[in-house]
Antibody, heavy 119, light 107 residues
């Protein structure tokens, strides 16, 4: 069964850092682009960024709202996707989802992990 | 950035109704459009990709159409499990962008 499980969410103070993880199983992780998407409370979906696969040099793309603060990385040997979030702001409060791309749209989503940025 | 505009933002419909949701792109995205369904407290679920291709396992009551800048998601006969919020997303150009969502409620 194809599965994505996010972890690492929690409460963090403004200006702080947090690293989210996404554990993938049931498919060849290294073949796929992977996305992070977030959803602020009561709001719509916002694409955060993408990690391309090894064949595309693991290049990354980001939304303007997080560029320079967030970094996406992956460990294909462990089937893990990461989102390093620095300089967190209150507006980063959201549920963060990881999603598998097939190849350019998200066909499988995790259940999400909640990040709350508050003092 | 490409702006995606969904209409209506909400609609009320009865079980058995045929409903359509429109998504307009601010520039030509060819057929690089996906539709997702999201129920409260749950992750989004992929319904349609490439504007009109049905995701594996999704019932055929869902259909998508359109190209370039105008797209439509149609549910042929609304069932209780279809009451949810629907989002379109363009994946033609970075940054990927979503529509604001359409909430389908029970009349």
């Amino acid at each position: 069964e194809v599965q994505l499980v996010e972890s690492g969410g929690g409460l963090v103070q403004p200006g702080g850092s947090l690293r989210l993880s996404c554990a993938a199983s049931g498919f060849t992780f290294s073949d796929h682009y992977m996305d992070w998407v977030r959803q602020a409370p009561g709001k719509g979906l916002e694409w955060v960024g993408r990690s391309r696969n090894k064949a595309n040099s693991y290049t990354t793309k980001y939304a303007a709202s997080v560029k320079g603060r967030f970094t996406i990385s992956r460990d294909d040997s462990q089937n893990l996707l990461y989102l390093q979030m620095n300089s967190l702001k209150s507006e980063d409060t959201a549920v963060y989802y990881c999603a598998r791309d097939h190849p350019y749209y998200s066909d499988v989503w995790g259940k999400g992990t909640t990040v709350i940025v508050s003092s | 950035d490409i702006q995606m505009t969904q209409s209506p933002s909400s609609l009320s419909a009865s079980v058995g109704d045929r409903v359509s949701i429109t998504c307009r792109a601010s520039q030509d995205i060819s057929n690089s459009l996906a539709w997702f369904q999201q129920k409260p407290g749950k992750a989004p679920k992929s319904l349609i990709y490439a504007a009109s291709s049905l995701q594996s396992g999704v019932p055929s009551k869902f259909s998508g159409s359109g190209s370039a800048t105008e797209f439509t998601l149609t549910i042929s006969s609304l069932q209780p499990e279809d009451f949810a919020t629907y989002y379109c997303q363009q994946y033609s150009t970075y940054p990927l962008t979503f529509g604001g969502g359409t909430k389908v409620e029970i009349k």
